[in-house]
């Protein structure tokens, strides 16, 4: 069973400071998605990552997937009270009919 | 573009009757939906996963009879929880996929038994 290790599981900083979650995996993902959710909605995809050491920036986030596509990060620049919400990562596993297997996503709190 | 919606976004029921979900991609045609539970502070769970015109495939631990997935058309997957119990309770999210790798959310139905 493929599994993907998403760290932290909870995150709580203070507006301005920057911070970095994790997702990794023994396994190789053809692909790779980062999610934010808000409580009481659905998962809104922020990015897809599928080369390997690619990196992929959204204002001050930046997405980076590891050379061997089994691990990717996630960093934000100067945090701000906004972007609290719950981060998934999400893979998809090589042959698989787009099902993707979720990290266990890291609440991030943001304080002004 | 890749909108996907849901409804009811919440419902309540009582304890024994069916509920149906319906998820509708808007503007792409989804060739691929997928049905997720979600519990409080938890990630998602993958319930089941259904073609367009095929039988739905469900995870290991996932009542098929209990949890009833339609995928009648290219735009819209209906999930009918059967008979339900207050532990059915939860939060349900259905996503879309038109092929590739990448799958778009609905807003969630918050479902409570009582």
């Known amino acids: 069973t493929q599994l993907l290790e998403q760290s932290p599981q909870f995150l709580s900083i203070q507006e301005g400071e920057n911070l970095t979650v994790y997702c990794n995996s023994s396994?190789?993902?053809?692909?790779l998605q980062w999610y934010r959710q808000e409580p009481g909605e659905g998962p809104v995809l922020l990015v897809t990552?599928?080369?390997?050491?690619e990196v992929k920036k959204l204002k001050r986030l930046t997405f980076q997937f590891g050379d061997a596509r089994k691990d990717s990060s996630l960093h934000i620049t100067a945090a701000q009270p906004g972007d609290t919400g719950l981060y998934l990562c999400?893979?998809?596993?090589?042959?698989?009919?787009?099902?993707?297997?979720f990290g266990k996503g890291t609440k991030l709190s943001v304080k002004p | 573009g890749a909108v996907v919606s849901q409804h009811p976004s919440w419902v309540i029921c009582k304890s024994g009757t069916s509920v149906k979900i319906e998820c509708r991609s808007l503007?792409?045609?989804?060739?691929?939906m997928f049905w997720y539970r979600q519990f409080p502070k938890q990630s998602l769970m993958l319930m089941a996963t259904?073609?367009?015109?095929?039988?739905?495939?469900?995870e290991q631990g996932v009542e098929k009879d209990k949890f009833l997935i339609n995928h009648a058309s290219l735009t819209l997957s209906t999930l009918t929880v059967t008979s339900a119990h207050p532990e059915d309770s939860s939060f349900y999210i259905c996503?879309?996929?038109?092929?590739?790798?990448?799958?778009?959310f609905g807003p969630g139905t918050r479902l409570t038994v009582t």
């Open positions: 259904s073609n367009e015109g095929s039988k739905a495939t469900y």
């Open positions: 999400a893979g998809a596993a090589i042959g698989s009919q787009g099902n993707l297997i």
């Open positions: 996503s879309a996929s038109d092929g590739t790798y990448e799958q778009y």
């Open positions: 396994s190789v993902f053809s692909s």
């Open positions: 990552v599928v080369t390997g050491g």
């Open positions: 503007d792409f045609q989804a060739t691929t």
